[in-house]
């Protein structure tokens, strides 16, 4: 594992002051988007196609840290989007660094080394670079050359400055087993974790070809795991959701686990579906129904197995049995034999196609803003309420 020991250590004590206290529900990481403008259009990306309009909204630095405050979540990972757009990206991540928060900011970082100097390395600071493989299959992935030399360049600039920098890597039906573990060996040549999890089936992506479901999901990662046996690969993940990842456990989701603010406010249920909007984080833990959202309860979340809903699962599965969890660690994942049960699908209920209608919502309000008309809602996200 690649999780530096003091992250290990904050975060441990944080998990368990919150099962002294007997709560059921609370946050792990704060999925936080000031904006969804990026720079890139990746053809598996369901951030980057609202009009302009939206495309143009940010979350101003005070909105970003109330986010941060009310949520109380020790850590914030700010996506998008592409948060160095953000012309105050510099002010929002030293006001969750003062907070002594974890603050992962993810960047595909085209803008990363033209930036570096308006951050300051700190153990509460890590760069999550976006690769989704090797040269040729990461520029494909974004649908545009040289990124991935780019990328490369700007980790090892950020590294030599002191900065602490990892890569998440999202997998596609085509990647294969032999080059996910050629990117691995790679990052660990270049010194950097890895995040890794299966793309999810945005809506509104512009390739829906190259999801994988959640079988060949397990069955590819199984492969990838045997080909690194013993070759030790950073990953910043739990053991159990890696365990998870290969078929050996079944888990339902915990989407509570990283709760999105975003610039049409506290998303229902979670980071990748945006079923609802509240305007604060109470709102969003006490009136979500939580039990109607997963896979084998919601249609969209039939093949999802992505890390923002499982890893939170697998956390506190590591909370509740941590004999099991260092039995695995010390075993490995295991490559072979029968896979847990899979969850029923007979019972889902079907889904529900809403993300129009509050685009339409966000545009009225931003129509009635300009023309002097809007209502005392500077997030613009009342009437998005559901």
Known sequence: MAIPFFKEIKIGAYLLSQKIRGRQRYPLVLMLEPLFRCNLACA??????????????????????????ECGAPMVAIPGGEPLIHREIDAIV????????????????????????????????????????????????????????????????????????????????????EDVAAFLDFAKQLGVGVSISPGYAYERA??????????????????IFALGSGKKWGFMHSTLFLDFLAGNREYHCTPWGMPTRNV???????????????????????????????????????????????????????????????????????????????ISLD?????????????????NDIHAAHSGGARQDPAGIGALRT
């Not at 299959?137 to 900065?163: E, P």
């Open 94 to 177: 030293r006001g969750i660094v003062a907070r002594k928060k974890f603050v992962s900011l993810c960047t595909n970082a085209l803008l990363l080394e033209k930036k570096l100097h308006l951050f300051e390395p700190s153990p509460y600071l890590f760069f999550s670079v976006h690769l989704d493989g090797l040269r040729e299959h990461h520029d494909k992935s974004v649908s545009q050359k040289g990124v991935f030399d780019k990328a490369v360049a700007a980790i090892k600039a950020a590294k030599a400055k002191g900065f602490s920098v990892n890569v998440n890597m999202t997998i596609f039906d085509g990647h294969s087993a």
């Open 347 to 363: 019972r889902q209920r079907p889904a529900q196609f809403v993300f129009s209608r509050h685009v339409q919502e966000m545009l």
């Open 264 to 342: 049409f406010g506290w998303q229902k249920p979670c980071y990748l579906l945006g079923e609802g909007y509240v305007q604060t984080f109470k709102e969003l833990m006490e009136t979500t129904e939580w039990d109607a959202y997963g896979t084998g309860r919601y249609e969209k979340c039939a093949n999802c197995m992505a890390h923002c809903g499982y890893e939170p699962t697998a956390v506190q599965a590591t909370l509740s049995d941590p004999i099991n969890a260092l039995w695995t660690a010390w075993r490995g994942v295991r490559t072979e034999g029968p896979m847990a049960p899979e």
């Open 206 to 223: 512009p390739d829906q070809a190259h999801f994988l479901n959640r079988r060949k999901t397990k069955e590819l990662f199984r492969q």
């Open 44 to 69: 598996g990306c369901g951030k980057i196609d609202y009009p302009d309009p939206i495309l143009n909204k940010r979350l101003s630095v005070q909105e970003c840290l109330d986010a941060v405050d």
